[in-house]
């Protein structure tokens, strides 16, 4: 299949582009600053999955006109894509209270309105091919999380949205589902979470340990694949155990 991954150049989303990659699917994915890891991971593609096509499109998903530039691009280029996974996202540690207008938009903007924009501009072309699998990084954050309003807000809404889409075009091939992981070990948790914080979660997680970027990644080519085509509008956990945090 043809896979098309936001925020591929680094943790989850460089881990769904390796492993997608593994099990012989073409890879665009894209980047928003990390021009240097997204050719690193071209350079990799190359050698260890040579039949593979793999192409990386620098993105700000904020930008809608952007986003269909890119989507046009990769469509050309690939005559297709069947699998749409919207990873790309930032978080922000502040309080409701605390929280600017501009440090919301920011989040809300990459986090919902980004994979609004991302879905939308492949649609027209999944409905033409009757198929399509939409794929939400959301987080356990979507059920409120103490200290993260605008990220959990953003979280949340990505589960409305993915259920519309599922709702929307279900019977036109088109499936449509959210992954809600825990601590998940990358950049984003070791720049924003604390180490208060991670400790808690290692005290707490049945498994007494965080997850790795593969772990979210095979769930993604899983939900991908054939053996998914009957799971439509749902959340998927994974999280070791602990579905939730203060
Ligand atoms: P990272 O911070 O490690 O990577 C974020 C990725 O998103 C990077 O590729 C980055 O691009 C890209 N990105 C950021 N802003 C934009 C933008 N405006 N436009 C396009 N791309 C952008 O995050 P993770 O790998 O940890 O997280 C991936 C997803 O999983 C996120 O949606 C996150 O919310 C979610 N998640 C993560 C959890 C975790 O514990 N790590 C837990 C639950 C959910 P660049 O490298 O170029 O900056």
Redesign the pocket.
Known sequence: MRFFV??????????IVEQALSEGHDVAF??????D??QAILADAARTAPLCRCRAD?????DSAAVDRVTDAVIEAFGGVEVVV??????LNRLAATTSDEEWRAVI???LS?AFYVCRSFLPAMLAEKFGRFIL?????HRGVSGQAA?AAS?AGLLGLSATFAKEYGRRGITSNVI??????????Q?A?SEASRTWWMEHCPVGR??A?AD?ARLVTFLASDAASFINGQVIEINGGLDWVP
Request: net charge neutral; hydrophobic share 30%.
């Open positions: 936001t925020g591929g150049s680094r943790g989850i989303g460089a881990a894209t980047y928003r600053e990390s021009a890891r997204a620098a993105l700000d998903v904020r919207v990873n790309a996202g930032i978080t903007e990459t986090n980004g990084l959301s987080s356990i954050s990220y979280k809600s992981p825990g601590l998940i070990a990358t950049d984003m948790t720049d979470t965080s997850g970027p979210v």
